[in-house]
Each structure stands twice: as C-alpha cells, then as structure tokens.
T-cell receptor, first 113, second 110 residues
C-alpha cells in the first residue's frame, strides 16, 4: 500500500517569499491533516479536512497561511509571505475517516533565511 | 486541549524491556489513548491505542490504569531501531484531533 506522499522534501527560501507544499494522501482516506513541527517540539495541527471541507483550522495563521483540498484528494498548503519563525517541518497525514489511526508522510523541511 | 505529561528522555539497554509512562489526569470518558513514535527525519508512525482495557500488538503493549489517568507503553525487547521520540496523545472524539506534547526521547544502548 502506498503511503502519504509529500513534495518537495526540502525547501529554502528568503523571508517574505512565498512557498507551497503538496500532499497526496492514501487512496480512499477521507480525512487529511497538515501539521507544523518546529525543531524540538511535537507536531502542531494547522488544519484538518474531511473530504474537501475544513473541519478545524483554528491554529492556522490565516493572515499568511492557506490550504485547500480540491476534489477531496490532494492538498496544498501555502505560506505567503514567509517569516523566519515559519522554519519547520510541515507534515501531512491522512486517516480513513474522521476518527482513528493517522498515517503520516515524510514531511517537508522548510528553512526561511 | 487534552494534555499529557511524559518524561523528556529515557534510556534502555538493548534487548531489555522498556516502560514509557504517560500521565493524562484530565482525560475524559470518551478519549482514546494513542501512542505514536517518530524516528529521526521521518513522520510519526502509529504504535498502539486503547480506551480502557490493556492492548497488545506486534509492536508493543499498552497498560492503562484503572482510573485512566495514566498509561504505560511497554516495548518488550528494545532494539536499536526502537530509538525514537514516543508521543502519548489523547484523541478527543469530537474530531480526531491529536495534540502532541514534546514526547519522550528513547535512547537504546547497545
């Protein structure tokens, strides 16, 4: 079974630039999550989708972060403009439904200079 | 947010059992207890979960206190590949949201 795919794996940008991350969940998984993991901390949930609708985006900094999941499959997370404190690993996860085991991708490591 | 408390780090000798504790005194009756682990440079991976009764799978065992205010993840025989950060998470069934703490960094000594 193919796992959660993410790209790119690494990204380096200057502050105030824009960046986008892509996630392809496991086939058939209705729920998709984006997490931010700052070095030395546990992952923090940014946004949760159920199919193509947003379930929870209470911790998403909406002035600069946006996410979409068109057609209820792939998802993109965008940061515009980036700040130094956005340097982190961005993890995508999916689950079969709104409850249960989550499967995580390898993450995208973002460095903002 | 449902909170859990874990030791920052633990050490174990290879091929010996490891008991990783977690306190969750504010757990509610419908919260599931999940354990995930994160190996270096990888995303977290599922280890085990339970509600009230002790659980066993091929990776580990989960012992849940009778009052559910604490739990222990048991690795029966630690290997070098078990070196990772282990997260104890409460899943609130209002939406399957996971709140990760800082976890326990497990070092396995050869």
């Amino acid at each position: 079974e193919a796992g959660v795919a993410q790209s790119p794996r690494y990204k380096i940008i200057e502050k105030r630039q824009s960046v986008a991350f892509w996630c392809n969940p496991i086939s058939g998984h209705a729920t998709l999550y984006w997490y931010q993991q700052i070095l030395g901390q546990g992952p923090k949930l940014l946004i949760q989708f159920q199919n193509n609708g947003v379930v929870d985006d209470s911790q998403l900094p909406k002035d600069r972060f946006s996410a979409e999941r068109l057609k209820g499959v792939d998802s993109t997370l965008k940061i515009q403009p980036a700040k130094l404190e956005d340097s982190a690993v961005y993890l995508c996860a999916s689950s079969l439904d709104w409850a249960g085991r989550q499967f995580f991708g390898p993450g995208t490591r973002l460095t903002v200079l | 947010d449902a909170k859990t408390t874990q030791p920052n780090s633990m050490e174990s000798n290879e091929e010996e059992p490891v008991h990783l504790p977690c306190n969750h005194s504010t757990i509610s009756g419908t919260d599931y207890i999940h354990w995930y682990r994160q190996l270096p440079s990888q995303g977290p991976e599922y280890v085990i979960h339970g509600l009230t009764s002790n659980v066993n799978n091929r990776m580990a065992s989960l012992a849940i206190a009778e009052d559910r205010k604490s739990s222990t993840l048991i690795l029966h025989r630690a290997t070098l590949r078990d070196a990772a950060v282990y997260y104890c998470i409460l899943e609130q069934l209002t939406g399957n949201q996971f709140y990760f703490g800082t976890g326990t960094s497990l070092t396995v000594i050869p």
